[in-house]
């Protein structure tokens, strides 16, 4: 009986063991060689699909941004005030000239009343740099404002910017200056312009008939501005304006006689040697040749003096031989004098070398004095002598 208790036991536990070994799953499995220090950690088991993971676990993200926002690249904001250089002019937009214009102003009376040359040197140049944009506002300064310093800087800087616009607001405020001191500073800064752009307005001041200071000061400008082709502008006006007055012509005629660069030199001669020329032209010409006195210069004068048979044209040619001052021709009206010229040429070239006051032309002066075989030239050397002399003493 207790037997078969015992087995009927034996069976059941069996059954439990077999039930138990068949029906749990069998024992996890974990890839690669380190499977037993990996029991700690388990894996999840294959038949399992693995979600993949988030967004935010895979790529790190910035502090408070949403991480499917398409950022745009951020592009600098233009600054008013940027000046960006294009060759060596400023180049701005309307609206940037215009800012940065009204932040100079802001600035200019506060650097003169402080004194600071710096300051006041820095703002004329970016207020020049600007252009014709700052003239108006700078001939406001010129003529109205109270402080007498303010005024006198705002019209150096029209005198730097030079230009036609820059001009006619130094004119209109010298015009209305009734203080003559200031009237005349403002006429000397006036003449300080170097700009090419001042040529045509200086022409049209040298003819106009109602203002004659402004005659004196444009002949000043464009004997200044000669390198530029002032002498040019001054012949095309000349021989291109019908109904050009007598008064005007003559002004023209002197400024032309009145030239001194080398650069003019050519254009003079054309018109000395030109069939065409008119012979006041001529003159002028020739006044301009011995003006600049270069060798080059007088020697043509001196050729053109010898080979005209106009009478009246060659007096006018040997009084500008004997204003010539240039010391750089010496050696050439030496030459002359001692040459086979006629004897009012070296007349002339006698004449012309008082200006020289150096012992060797002295010297050379008294040898031809007892020399030459002409009396009319001989006295002209006394003449000339004698002057030196008086210089000397």
């Not at 150096?156 to 030079?162: F, K, R, V």
């Not at 200071?213 to 400008?221: I, R, S, T, V």
């Not at 004997?223 to 006006?237: M, P, W």
């Amino acid at each position: 009986m207790n037997q078969r208790y015992v087995v009927a036991f034996i069976v059941i536990l069996i059954a439990i063991v077999l039930a138990f070994v068949l029906f749990l799953p069998g024992p996890k499995k974990t890839p690669g060689p380190d499977v037993a220090s990996s029991s700690a950690t388990p894996a999840p088991t294959a038949a399992i699909p693995q979600r993949p993971a988030p967004a935010a676990e895979v790529a790190p993200q910035l502090d408070e941004t949403d991480p499917f926002e398409v950022i745009e690249p951020q592009q600098p904001e233009p600054n008013p005030t940027e000046i960006t250089q294009a060759g060596p002019t400023p180049t701005l937009t309307a609206e940037q000239a215009q800012r940065k214009l009204d932040e100079l102003i802001s600035q200019f009376a506060k650097a003169v009343e402080s004194r600071n040359e710096a300051e006041i040197n820095r703002i004329i140049q970016e207020l020049v740099a600007l252009g014709d944009i700052s003239t108006e506002i700078l001939g406001q300064y010129v003529i109205k404002h109270p402080d007498a310093d303010v005024r006198e800087y705002a019209a150096q800087a029209l005198a730097q910017i030079g230009s036609v616009a820059a001009i006619g607001e130094l004119l209109t405020a010298i015009h209305q200056e009734t203080d003559m001191l200031i009237k005349e500073n403002l006429r000397k800064t006036l003449r300080t312009v170097t700009n090419p752009a001042a040529i045509s307005i200086a022409v049209e001041g040298l003819i106009q008939q109602d203002i004659v200071w402004w005659h004196e000061d444009a002949k000043f400008l464009l004997l200044s501005l000669e390198k530029y082709g002032s002498a040019d502008a001054l012949l095309e006006y000349y021989q291109n304006t019908p109904d050009l007055s007598a008064d005007a012509s003559e002004r023209i005629r002197d400024a032309l006689s009145s030239l001194q660069h080398e650069s003019s030199i050519a254009l003079l001669i054309d018109v000395l040697t030109a069939s065409g020329s008119d012979s006041d032209l001529r003159a002028a010409a020739a006044g301009g040749l011995a003006s600049i006195g270069t060798p080059n210069a007088v020697e043509t004068l001196l050729s053109q003096t010898t080979a005209t048979s106009d009478a009246d044209l060659r007096n006018r040619y040997l009084a500008s031989i004997s204003g010539i001052t240039n010391k750089d021709c010496v050696d050439t009206l030496h030459n002359t004098l001692s040459s086979s010229a006629p004897d009012d040429v070296r007349v002339a070239a006698a004449n012309a070398l008082s200006m020289s006051q150096n012992e060797p032309s002295v010297q050379k002066l008294w040898d031809l004095y007892e020399k030459d075989p002409s009396e009319e030239v001989r006295q002209a050397i006394a003449a000339t002598l004698e002057r030196i002399g008086s210089k000397q003493h």
